[in-house]
C-alpha cells in the first residue's frame, strides 16, 4: 500500500505508517500538482492546508480513505468520498485536551491583557494602571457547542469557579447536568455571558452563527474566543463591534481562510490572534498522527476506523466486541450472494446473543459491503454500502434477540430472491470466522479465505469418495470437509475447501453425479 502525506503530521504517525506501507512525504502541494499524482495512492493524508476537491477524489484510482490530522473535514468533499466508496476519517479526541487548554489560555489572557502588557514592557514603559484586568471567577462563560473539546473546556471553567452555560441543541440535558453545565437557549446564552467560546464544526448551518445580529444581543463587557474553526464568526462584525467598544474584546485563533498576513482581524489592537495553535502541542500532534495511522491501517484491513466520518461508528467500548464480527458480517454477505439464485428483493439481518445488546450500524454495513461487492460494477465497502442498497430498492430489516441457543453471539441473513430464501450465518469461535449455517443446515465451516465447493446431494454410500475421485484427478487437494444431513439417507449439505479451484468442466462431472443436486465454487 502507498501512502501520500500532504501536510506535516508527526513523525510517530509516519513511522507507524512506514512500518506497514510506503509513505511519501510531498507538502505543499498545488491542486493539480496532487491531481496529477493522486492516483498512484491508497492513502491521502491531511490536515486543514490541503483542499481535497471531487476532482482530486475522482483522480484517486486506487485510494480507500482520506485521512484529516485533525477535527474538521469542511476541506474534504464527504459526498464525493462516499459516493466513491472512499473512507474519510479524522481525529476528534487527539487534540481536544491541547484544544481545551489554548481556549482557557486565550480566556485568561484576555482577561489580564497579557499580550499586551507583554508588549509595553518590552518596549521599555511599565504602566501597570492601564493594564486592570477582570477574574474569571463568578463570570459565566456561554460554550456553543458541548462536544468533545467544549466539554472540557466545561470542566477547566467549572474547576476555575466560573459559571459554565451552553447551547448545544443535540445534546442531552442529563449530560450536561453530569458535566455540570446549564443548557440554554442561544439567546439567553448571548445576553448571559461575560465570554463565548465557540466550539462546533464549520457547515451550512454554523457558517457565520455569530454575526451582527447576535452580536447585538451581548453586553458591552463580553469577549469572543474561537478555537474552532474559521468562519463560525462574521470577522467584519466582530472587529467593528470591538472597535466600537459593543464588544470588550476578542482572542481568535482559526481563519476564514488560512494562512494569512491580511485578515481585519488582525488590525485590532482589542483583538488577541494567534495562527491556528489549538492542537499545536507535542502530546497532541503525537497523538494525532499515532491516531491516523492506526484507522488507515484498519481500512487497509477491510476494519471500520475508529472516527470514520462516513461510515458508522464503533464505540470505543465495544471494539473488542464488534470488530470481528464485522469479518463475519462481510463473509456471510460474500458467501450468500454466491449461493443464492434469482431477483435479490429483501435482505433480512438477524443479530443474536451478546452483539444484540449493542449497536450494530457497522454490521449491518458490513453485510451489505459483502453482498453487495460482487454484483456491483461500483466499489462496495463500508463507507458506501448503505447508500448502494437504497439505489438498488433493497428492503432491508434487522431484527435483535438478546438470546442466543448454541453461540454467545450469531448473525444470520437471509436473502428474498424470486428464486426462494437462502440462509448463511456465522459467528466467532476461537478468534476465527466461522460459517455455521447455511439454508437449514447446521455445520461448521472455518473460514481461512480461499475456495469452497458447496455441495446439495442425498445422503447414501460412496458419494463422498464419489466427489474425491474428481478433485483427486484434477489434482486439486481438499484441505478440510463438512458433512451436515436433515435425516439418514436424505437431503445433505457438503462442503469440501479447495486449495484450487475447480474449472467449469470440473463442476459438471460432480453435478453429472447420480443424487448431485448442486455443486457450487465459491471464494471467501
Not at 106 to 121: G, N
Not at 144 to 153: A, F, P, T
Not at 185 to 191: D, G, P, V
Not at 367 to 372: F, Q, T
Request: with cysteine.
Amino acid at each position: 500500500m502507498k501512502v501520500l502525506v500532504a501536510d506535516p503530521i508527526a513523525q510517530e504517525g509516519i513511522e507507524a505508517l512506514s512500518a506497514q506501507a510506503t509513505v511519501d512525504v510531498r507538502l505543499r502541494l498545488k491542486p493539480e500538482e496532487l491531481a496529477a499524482i493522486i492516483g498512484e495512492y491508497d492513502a491521502l493524508v491531511v490536515r486543514s492546508e490541503t483542499r481535497v476537491t471531487a476532482e482530486i477524489i475522482e483522480a484517486g484510482k486506487k485510494l480507500q480513505v482520506i485521512a484529516r490530522a485533525g477535527v474538521g473535514v469542511d476541506n474534504i468533499d464527504i459526498e464525493a468520498a462516499t459516493q466513491r466508496g472512499i473512507a474519510v476519517v479524522n481525529t476528534p479526541t487527539g487534540n481536544t485536551i491541547s484544544a481545551a487548554e489554548h481556549t482557557i489560555a486565550l480566556m485568561l489572557a484576555l482577561a489580564r491583557h497579557i499580550p499586551w502588557a507583554h508588549d509595553q514592557l518590552k518596549s521599555g514603559r511599565w504602566q501597570r494602571s492601564n493594564f486592570i484586568g477582570a477574574e474569571v471567577r463568578n463570570k459565566a462563560l456561554g460554550i456553543i457547542g458541548l462536544g468533545n473539546v467544549g466539554s472540557e473546556v466545561a470542566r477547566r471553567a467549572i474547576g476555575l469557579e466560573m459559571r459554565a452555560i451552553a447551547y448545544d441543541p443535540f445534546l442531552s440535558a442529563d449530560h450536561a447536568r453530569k458535566l455540570g453545565v446549564q443548557l440554554v437557549s442561544l439567546k439567553e446564552l448571548l445576553a448571559e455571558s461575560d465570554f463565548i467560546t465557540l466550539h462546533l464544526p464549520l457547515t451550512a448551518t454554523t457558517q457565520g452563527l455569530i454575526g451582527d445580529e447576535e452580536i447585538a444581543q451581548v453586553k458591552p463587557t463580553v469577549r469572543f474566543i474561537n478555537c474552532a474553526r474559521g468562519g463560525l464568526i462574521d470577522e467584519e462584525a466582530l472587529f467593528q463591534a470591538v472597535e466600537e467598544g459593543r464588544v470588550a474584546g476578542a482572542a481568535i485563533d482559526v481563519f476564514s481562510e488560512e494562512p494569512t498576513t491580511t485578515n481585519i482581524l488582525l488590525g485590532s489592537d482589542k483583538i488577541i490572534v494567534t495562527p491556528h495553535l489549538a492542537a499545536s502541542t507535542a502530546e497532541a500532534q503525537a497523538s494525532i498522527a499515532k491516531d491516523i495511522a492506526e484507522q488507515i491501517m484498519a481500512v487497509f484491513k477491510g476494519q471500520p476506523a475508529r472516527y470514520a466520518v462516513n461510515t458508522p461508528l464503533i464505540p470505543p467500548e465495544t471494539i473488542p466486541l464488534l470488530v470481528p464480527f464485522v469479518e463475519v458480517a462481510m463473509v456471510v454477505g460474500r458467501l450468500i450472494t454466491q449461493l443464492a439464485e434469482g431477483q435479490m428483493d429483501t435482505i433480512h439481518i438477524k443479530y443474536e446473543g451478546e452483539i444484540a445488546n449493542h449497536e450494530t450500524p457497522a454490521l449491518k454495513t458490513a453485510v451489505l459491503a459483502g453482498l453487495l461487492g460482487g454484483i456491483s460494477e461500483e466499489r462496495v465497502n463500508l463507507v458506501n454500502a448503505n447508500k448502494i442498497a437504497a439505489q438498488r430498492g433493497l428492503k432491508i430489516i434487522e431484527e435483535k434477540v438478546v438470546e442466543c441457543e448454541n453461540y454467545a453471539s450469531l448473525i444470520t441473513v437471509e436473502v428474498a430472491t424470486s428464486a426462494g430464501a437462502t440462509i448463511v450465518a456465522g459467528t466467532v469461535m476461537r478468534g476465527q470466522t466461522h460459517i455455521v449455517r447455511v439454508n437449514e443446515y447446521w455445520l461448521d465451516v472455518a473460514s481461512t479465505g480461499g475456495y469452497f465447493l458447496f455441495s446439495d446431494h442425498r445422503d447414501r454410500p460412496g458419494m463422498i469418495g464419489t466427489v474425491g475421485m474428481v478433485t483427486g484427478n484434477a489434482d486439486i487437494n481438499i484441505s478440510s470437509m463438512q458433512l451436515s444431513r436433515l435425516k439418514p439417507r436424505g437431503q445433505a449439505l457438503m462442503v469440501l475447501a479447495l486449495d484450487e479451484p475447480l474449472t467449469e468442466e470440473q463442476r459438471q462431472q460432480i453435478l453429472a453425479i447420480p443424487d448431485i443436486y448442486t455443486a457450487k465454487v465459491v471464494k471467501l
